[in-house]
Protein backbone atom coordinates (compact mmCIF):
# COMPACT_ATOMS: atom_id res chain seq x y z
CA UNK A 1 0.00 0.00 0.00
CA UNK A 2 1.15 4.06 -0.09
CA UNK A 3 1.60 6.32 2.50
CA UNK A 4 -1.98 8.68 2.43
CA UNK A 5 0.58 11.29 3.03
CA UNK A 6 3.73 11.59 1.03
CA UNK A 7 2.67 8.29 -1.57
CA UNK A 8 5.82 6.31 -0.37
CA UNK A 9 5.35 2.57 -0.89
CA UNK A 10 5.31 0.98 2.54
CA UNK A 11 4.16 -2.81 3.33
CA UNK A 12 0.87 -3.74 4.34
CA UNK A 13 1.77 -4.24 7.51
CA UNK A 14 2.88 -1.31 9.00
CA UNK A 15 1.26 1.34 11.17
CA UNK A 16 3.25 4.18 10.20
CA UNK A 17 5.33 5.97 7.00
CA UNK A 18 9.02 5.26 7.46
CA UNK A 19 9.60 7.95 5.30
CA UNK A 20 7.04 11.01 6.71
CA UNK A 21 6.00 9.34 10.04
CA UNK A 22 2.09 9.47 9.13
CA UNK A 23 -0.23 7.18 11.05
CA UNK A 24 -1.14 4.63 7.80
CA UNK A 25 -4.01 2.18 8.41
CA UNK A 26 -4.49 0.28 11.45
CA UNK A 27 -4.89 -2.91 12.15
CA UNK A 28 -8.21 -4.02 14.26
CA UNK A 29 -7.29 -4.57 18.03
CA UNK A 30 -8.43 -8.34 17.61
CA UNK A 31 -6.49 -9.13 14.73
CA UNK A 32 -7.21 -8.68 10.92
CA UNK A 33 -6.61 -6.90 7.52
CA UNK A 34 -4.45 -3.69 7.51
CA UNK A 35 -7.40 -2.17 5.47
CA UNK A 36 -10.03 -2.60 8.25
CA UNK A 37 -11.58 -5.59 7.57
CA UNK A 38 -11.73 -8.07 10.47
CA UNK A 39 -10.56 -11.89 10.62
CA UNK A 40 -14.57 -13.02 9.58
CA UNK A 41 -13.48 -11.21 6.29
CA UNK A 42 -11.18 -14.08 4.78
CA UNK A 43 -11.39 -16.79 2.99
CA UNK A 44 -10.51 -20.59 3.53
CA UNK A 45 -6.52 -19.64 2.77
CA UNK A 46 -6.65 -16.72 5.10
CA UNK A 47 -6.53 -13.79 2.63
CA UNK A 48 -9.08 -10.52 2.81
CA UNK A 49 -11.79 -10.97 1.42
CA UNK A 50 -11.80 -7.26 0.25
CA UNK A 51 -8.65 -6.40 -0.73
CA UNK A 52 -6.86 -10.41 -1.49
CA UNK A 53 -3.85 -9.16 0.98
CA UNK A 54 -3.21 -11.96 3.53
CA UNK A 55 -4.89 -11.70 6.98
CA UNK A 56 -2.40 -12.29 9.88
CA UNK A 57 -4.09 -13.69 13.17
CA UNK A 58 -2.56 -12.12 16.25
CA UNK A 59 -0.76 -15.19 18.54
CA UNK A 60 -0.74 -15.32 22.07
CA UNK A 61 2.89 -14.30 22.46
CA UNK A 62 2.79 -11.27 19.90
CA UNK A 63 2.02 -8.74 23.04
CA UNK A 64 2.57 -9.60 26.60
CA UNK A 65 2.54 -7.75 29.47
CA UNK A 66 3.43 -8.58 33.42
CA UNK A 67 3.45 -6.63 36.38
CA UNK A 68 4.83 -7.80 39.50
CA UNK A 69 4.17 -4.49 41.47
CA UNK A 70 3.75 -0.37 40.20
CA UNK A 71 7.90 -0.50 40.37
CA UNK A 72 8.51 -4.02 38.93
CA UNK A 73 7.28 -4.92 34.98
CA UNK A 74 8.05 -6.50 32.02
CA UNK A 75 6.66 -5.55 28.05
CA UNK A 76 7.33 -7.64 25.02
CA UNK A 77 5.46 -7.23 21.67
CA UNK A 78 6.27 -8.58 17.71
CA UNK A 79 6.72 -5.63 16.48
CA UNK A 80 5.64 -4.04 13.03
CA UNK A 81 8.10 -6.33 10.34
CA UNK A 82 8.46 -9.47 11.63
CA UNK A 83 5.84 -12.83 11.48
CA UNK A 84 6.04 -13.49 15.23
CA UNK A 85 7.91 -12.54 18.24
CA UNK A 86 10.63 -14.55 19.27
CA UNK A 87 11.25 -12.28 21.98
CA UNK A 88 10.42 -14.09 25.35
CA UNK A 89 10.95 -12.33 29.54
CA UNK A 90 10.69 -13.71 32.56
CA UNK A 91 10.42 -11.35 35.95
CA UNK A 92 10.23 -12.98 39.83
CA UNK A 93 10.09 -11.30 43.24
CA UNK A 94 10.85 -13.72 45.71
CA UNK A 95 12.74 -14.39 49.08
CA UNK A 96 13.73 -10.33 48.91
CA UNK A 97 15.43 -10.42 45.63
CA UNK A 98 14.03 -9.47 42.25
CA UNK A 99 15.21 -11.11 38.93
CA UNK A 100 14.65 -9.51 35.01
CA UNK A 101 15.08 -12.06 32.49
CA UNK A 102 14.98 -10.81 28.61
CA UNK A 103 15.87 -13.13 25.77
CA UNK A 104 15.79 -12.11 22.10
CA UNK A 105 15.96 -14.98 19.58
CA UNK A 106 18.07 -15.02 17.09
CA UNK A 107 16.28 -14.39 14.27
CA UNK A 108 18.75 -16.49 11.85
CA UNK A 109 18.16 -19.60 13.41
CA UNK A 110 15.05 -22.30 13.20
CA UNK A 111 12.06 -22.18 16.36
CA UNK A 112 14.29 -19.18 17.82
CA UNK A 113 11.38 -18.41 19.92
CA UNK A 114 11.75 -21.96 21.26
CA UNK A 115 14.89 -20.86 22.59
CA UNK A 116 13.93 -17.77 24.12
CA UNK A 117 11.30 -18.96 25.99
CA UNK A 118 13.45 -22.29 27.08
CA UNK A 119 16.20 -19.85 28.11
CA UNK A 120 14.54 -17.22 30.19
CA UNK A 121 12.12 -20.02 31.81
CA UNK A 122 14.80 -21.87 32.63
CA UNK A 123 16.72 -18.94 34.65
CA UNK A 124 13.50 -18.22 36.35
CA UNK A 125 13.17 -21.39 37.61
CA UNK A 126 16.57 -21.98 38.86
CA UNK A 127 17.10 -18.80 40.92
CA UNK A 128 13.57 -19.83 42.40
CA UNK A 129 14.33 -23.13 43.28
CA UNK A 130 17.84 -21.53 44.49
CA UNK A 131 16.06 -18.88 46.72
CA UNK A 132 13.60 -21.78 48.13
CA UNK A 133 16.54 -23.54 49.18
CA UNK A 134 18.04 -21.09 51.10
CA UNK A 135 19.54 -17.34 51.43
CA UNK A 136 21.27 -15.87 47.92
CA UNK A 137 24.56 -16.70 48.46
CA UNK A 138 26.93 -15.56 45.74
CA UNK A 139 24.53 -13.63 43.40
CA UNK A 140 27.35 -13.71 40.27
CA UNK A 141 27.89 -17.30 40.82
CA UNK A 142 23.92 -18.27 40.83
CA UNK A 143 23.24 -16.44 37.87
CA UNK A 144 26.06 -17.82 35.87
CA UNK A 145 24.57 -21.11 37.26
CA UNK A 146 20.80 -19.99 36.47
CA UNK A 147 22.26 -18.92 32.90
CA UNK A 148 24.09 -22.65 31.82
CA UNK A 149 20.57 -23.91 33.42
CA UNK A 150 18.41 -22.00 30.99
CA UNK A 151 20.89 -22.84 28.47
CA UNK A 152 20.38 -27.04 29.59
CA UNK A 153 16.75 -26.48 29.24
CA UNK A 154 17.02 -25.22 25.71
CA UNK A 155 19.52 -28.21 24.83
CA UNK A 156 16.50 -30.91 26.68
CA UNK A 157 13.72 -28.80 24.14
CA UNK A 158 15.92 -29.15 21.35
CA UNK A 159 16.59 -32.75 21.18
CA UNK A 160 13.15 -33.78 22.55
CA UNK A 161 11.76 -31.93 19.30
CA UNK A 162 14.82 -33.90 17.34
CA UNK A 163 13.58 -37.62 18.70
CA UNK A 164 9.95 -36.08 18.18
CA UNK A 165 10.28 -35.25 14.45
CA UNK A 166 12.93 -37.86 13.15
CA UNK A 167 11.43 -41.04 14.81
CA UNK A 168 13.46 -43.48 16.91
CA UNK A 169 14.92 -45.63 13.80
CA UNK A 170 16.35 -42.91 11.73
CA UNK A 171 19.15 -40.85 11.88
CA UNK A 172 18.76 -36.98 11.27
CA UNK A 173 21.85 -34.96 10.84
CA UNK A 174 21.83 -31.33 13.23
CA UNK A 175 20.14 -28.67 11.92
CA UNK A 176 22.24 -26.23 10.34
CA UNK A 177 20.86 -23.16 12.09
CA UNK A 178 19.48 -24.59 15.69
CA UNK A 179 17.21 -22.41 17.91
CA UNK A 180 19.19 -19.86 19.85
CA UNK A 181 19.13 -16.78 21.71
CA UNK A 182 20.64 -14.13 23.73
CA UNK A 183 20.03 -13.30 27.40
CA UNK A 184 20.17 -10.47 29.83
CA UNK A 185 19.53 -11.19 33.15
CA UNK A 186 19.66 -9.27 36.86
CA UNK A 187 19.61 -10.81 40.33
CA UNK A 188 18.87 -7.58 42.27
CA UNK A 189 19.13 -8.04 46.55
CA UNK A 190 20.21 -5.45 49.03
CA UNK A 191 20.38 -2.36 46.64
CA UNK A 192 22.76 -4.13 43.84
CA UNK A 193 21.67 -5.01 40.94
CA UNK A 194 24.14 -8.48 39.66
CA UNK A 195 24.20 -8.70 35.79
CA UNK A 196 24.98 -11.33 33.54
CA UNK A 197 24.90 -11.76 29.69
CA UNK A 198 25.30 -13.27 26.28
CA UNK A 199 24.98 -11.58 23.39
CA UNK A 200 23.41 -7.59 22.63
CA UNK A 201 20.64 -7.86 24.95
CA UNK A 202 21.30 -4.98 27.11
CA UNK A 203 21.03 -3.81 30.76
CA UNK A 204 21.09 -0.15 31.81
CA UNK A 205 20.93 1.96 35.31
CA UNK A 206 19.14 5.20 34.64
CA UNK A 207 19.33 7.71 37.39
CA UNK A 208 18.96 11.20 37.59
CA UNK A 209 22.53 12.08 35.70
CA UNK A 210 22.49 9.95 32.86
CA UNK A 211 21.80 6.18 31.80
CA UNK A 212 24.68 4.04 32.73
CA UNK A 213 25.41 0.71 30.46
CA UNK A 214 26.05 -2.37 32.64
CA UNK A 215 26.55 -4.65 29.84
CA UNK A 216 29.05 -4.43 26.37
CA UNK A 217 27.85 -6.49 23.41
CA UNK A 218 28.99 -9.80 22.17
CA UNK A 219 29.46 -8.12 18.97
CA UNK A 220 32.21 -8.23 16.53
CA UNK A 221 32.49 -4.67 16.45
CA UNK A 222 33.28 -4.90 19.90
CA UNK A 223 36.01 -7.86 19.74
CA UNK A 224 38.27 -6.48 16.89
CA UNK A 225 38.02 -3.02 18.71
CA UNK A 226 38.92 -5.02 21.93
CA UNK A 227 41.67 -7.04 20.56
CA UNK A 228 42.91 -3.63 19.00
CA UNK A 229 43.02 -4.89 15.41
CA UNK A 230 40.14 -1.91 14.43
CA UNK A 231 39.34 1.81 16.05
CA UNK A 232 35.73 2.18 16.70
CA UNK A 233 35.04 4.37 14.05
CA UNK A 234 36.69 2.36 11.51
CA UNK A 235 34.78 -1.23 12.83
CA UNK A 236 31.42 0.47 12.90
CA UNK A 237 31.72 0.85 9.11
CA UNK A 238 31.88 -2.55 9.00
CA UNK A 239 28.73 -4.27 7.50
CA UNK A 240 29.05 -6.98 10.29
CA UNK A 241 29.84 -4.65 12.74
CA UNK A 242 26.68 -5.97 14.97
CA UNK A 243 26.69 -9.24 14.09
CA UNK A 244 26.77 -11.17 17.57
CA UNK A 245 29.85 -13.46 18.25
CA UNK A 246 28.23 -15.08 21.64
CA UNK A 247 24.52 -17.01 21.90
CA UNK A 248 23.69 -19.53 24.01
CA UNK A 249 22.18 -22.75 21.68
CA UNK A 250 23.20 -26.27 20.41
CA UNK A 251 25.60 -24.52 17.72
CA UNK A 252 26.95 -22.05 20.56
CA UNK A 253 30.66 -23.77 21.17
CA UNK A 254 30.73 -22.95 24.77
CA UNK A 255 29.79 -19.60 25.91
CA UNK A 256 31.30 -17.26 28.85
CA UNK A 257 28.59 -14.87 30.03
CA UNK A 258 29.41 -11.64 31.18
CA UNK A 259 29.46 -10.23 34.60
CA UNK A 260 28.88 -7.07 36.19
CA UNK A 261 27.21 -5.60 39.30
CA UNK A 262 25.91 -2.24 40.02
CA UNK A 263 25.01 -0.57 43.89
CA UNK A 264 21.89 1.03 43.04
CA UNK A 265 22.41 4.38 44.69
CA UNK A 266 19.44 7.01 45.08
CA UNK A 267 16.34 6.74 42.58
CA UNK A 268 16.56 5.59 39.30
CA UNK A 269 15.67 2.83 36.89
CA UNK A 270 16.67 -0.18 36.25
CA UNK A 271 16.41 -1.47 32.78
CA UNK A 272 16.88 -4.88 30.22
CA UNK A 273 15.82 -4.37 26.56
CA UNK A 274 16.39 -6.51 23.26
CA UNK A 275 17.98 -4.80 20.32
CA UNK A 276 14.25 -3.85 19.30
CA UNK A 277 14.49 -0.88 21.71
CA UNK A 278 17.98 0.12 21.76
CA UNK A 279 18.37 0.28 18.42
CA UNK A 280 16.32 3.13 18.34
CA UNK A 281 18.02 4.52 21.21
CA UNK A 282 21.94 3.00 20.82
CA UNK A 283 23.92 5.62 22.86
CA UNK A 284 23.53 6.24 26.70
CA UNK A 285 22.04 9.79 25.82
CA UNK A 286 19.47 8.83 23.96
CA UNK A 287 18.88 5.99 25.98
CA UNK A 288 18.41 8.78 29.36
CA UNK A 289 16.35 10.95 27.46
CA UNK A 290 14.27 8.64 25.90
CA UNK A 291 13.38 6.76 29.56
CA UNK A 292 12.72 10.21 30.58
CA UNK A 293 10.22 11.13 28.52
CA UNK A 294 8.82 7.83 28.74
CA UNK A 295 8.64 8.07 32.49
CA UNK A 296 7.27 11.21 33.11
CA UNK A 297 4.05 12.15 35.16
CA UNK A 298 5.23 9.79 37.76
CA UNK A 299 4.34 6.58 35.15
CA UNK A 300 5.08 3.37 36.99
CA UNK A 301 7.14 0.46 36.04
CA UNK A 302 4.11 -1.07 33.34
CA UNK A 303 3.38 2.26 32.14
CA UNK A 304 6.83 2.96 31.46
CA UNK A 305 7.50 0.11 29.75
CA UNK A 306 4.04 0.40 27.89
CA UNK A 307 5.40 3.94 26.71
CA UNK A 308 9.26 2.21 25.65
CA UNK A 309 7.74 -0.10 23.70
CA UNK A 310 5.14 2.02 21.79
CA UNK A 311 8.09 4.75 20.79
CA UNK A 312 9.79 1.28 19.27
CA UNK A 313 6.52 0.80 17.39
CA UNK A 314 6.44 4.26 16.42
CA UNK A 315 10.14 4.10 15.05
CA UNK A 316 8.82 1.46 12.51
CA UNK A 317 8.97 -1.46 14.95
CA UNK A 318 11.67 -3.13 12.85
CA UNK A 319 12.28 -5.58 15.64
CA UNK A 320 10.77 -7.59 18.28
CA UNK A 321 10.91 -5.33 21.19
CA UNK A 322 10.91 -6.58 25.04
CA UNK A 323 11.63 -4.52 28.12
CA UNK A 324 11.66 -5.38 31.72
CA UNK A 325 11.45 -2.65 34.56
CA UNK A 326 12.43 -1.93 37.91
CA UNK A 327 12.03 1.26 39.35
CA UNK A 328 13.97 1.99 42.15
CA UNK A 329 12.60 5.11 44.44
CA UNK A 330 11.26 8.21 43.19
CA UNK A 331 12.64 11.50 41.00
CA UNK A 332 12.47 12.57 37.57
CA UNK A 333 15.70 11.48 35.21
CA UNK A 334 17.35 14.69 33.80
CA UNK A 335 19.54 15.05 30.62
CA UNK A 336 22.25 13.07 30.33
CA UNK A 337 25.44 14.47 30.45
Known sequence: MHCPACSTEVPDDDRFCEECGAPLAAMPAAGGCVCGASLDDRDEDGFCLRCGRKIRVPQPADHV????SPKFAAVTDR???HEKNEDRFGILDAAGVKVLVVCDGVSSSK???IAAAAVSEGVVRFVAGALARGPLGQPQRLLQEAIAAGSSQLEAKVNSETRRTSGSRKLRKPDENPASTTVVAALV???VATIGWVGDSRAYWLDDEAAWPLTEDHSWQNDVVSAGEMTAEEAAK???AH????WIGPD???FEPGLAARTLNGPGTLLLCTGGLWNYAPTPREMAALVRDAGADGKDALALGQALVAFALERGGMDNVTVAVLRVGA???QQAK
Open 79 to 81: GLR
Open 331 to 333: GNL
Open 252 to 254: ASG
Open 189 to 191: ADG
Open 238 to 240: APN
Open 111 to 113: NAE
Open 65 to 68: EESL
Open 243 to 246: AITR
